[in-house]
């Protein structure tokens, strides 16, 4: 796995297994209390399947494909990347989805999907990133501070008793 190679490719139909085997791992760090596990998935499962199905300009959908030396080419995860145009204000590139296979953690590649995620946004014109990540997402937080993220907004919740 060290000095793997990281190739992205658009997402074909092809892929929707693979995708949707990744499924499980945008609830497996522990989701905050509160947060429906069944209504994230299902979330979750639909944007995929829009993506795949209907492409856009200026969306991206990219399966990350590592090739070891000699060895073969397999999948190691996926960015969903979408444009946002606010009312006010420039649109911005947003990181709507980013996920490694749990074999392919702890090498880097989380670095590298985000700096080709980045690059992406560039590519489009785009001059800022932004995503949303669950406070109890320590991995993920991590990686994002190491890339330079800087937290915005705190969403808060709580369950309300009926009556
Ligand atoms: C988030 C993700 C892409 C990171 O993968 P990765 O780059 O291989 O992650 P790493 O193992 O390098 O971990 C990143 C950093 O967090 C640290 N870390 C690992 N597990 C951690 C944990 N439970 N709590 C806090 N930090 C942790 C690592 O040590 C590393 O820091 P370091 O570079 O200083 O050693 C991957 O874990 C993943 O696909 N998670 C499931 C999907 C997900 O949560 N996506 C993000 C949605 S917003």
């Known amino acids: 796995m060290p000095d793997a190679a990281l190739i992205l490719r658009p997402a074909t139909r092809d892929d929707l297994g693979f995708l949707q085997s990744l499924l499980p791992r945008f609830v497996g760090f522990g989701l905050p209390t509160g947060q429906d596990e069944g209504a994230v998935?299902?979330?979750?499962?639909?944007?995929?399947?829009?993506?795949?199905?209907a492409p856009?300009?200026?969306?991206?959908?990219?399966?990350?494909?590592?090739?070891?030396?000699?060895?073969?080419?397999r999948r190691a995860g996926f960015l969903r990347l979408d444009t946002e145009r606010p009312l006010f204000g420039k649109p911005y590139a947003y990181l709507a989805d980013l996920a490694l296979d749990t074999w392919a953690e702890g090498y880097g590649l989380g670095q590298l999907l985000l700096a080709e995620a980045e690059r992406w946004a560039r590519e489009q014109g785009l001059g800022q990133m932004q995503l949303h990540v669950f406070a109890t997402n320590a991995r993920a937080r991590k990686l994002y501070a190491q890339a330079g993220y800087t937290e915005v907004a705190l969403s808060m919740s709580k369950a309300l008793r009926r009556g």
Not at 41 to 53: D, E, R, S, V
Not at 67 to 73: N, S
Request: no cysteine; charged share 15%; aromatic share 4%.
């Open 41 to 53: 998935l299902a979330g979750a499962a639909q944007n995929l399947m829009a993506a795949l199905a």
């Open 56 to 73: 856009q300009s200026d969306s991206a959908l990219l399966i990350a494909w590592v090739e070891e030396e000699g060895g073969p080419v």
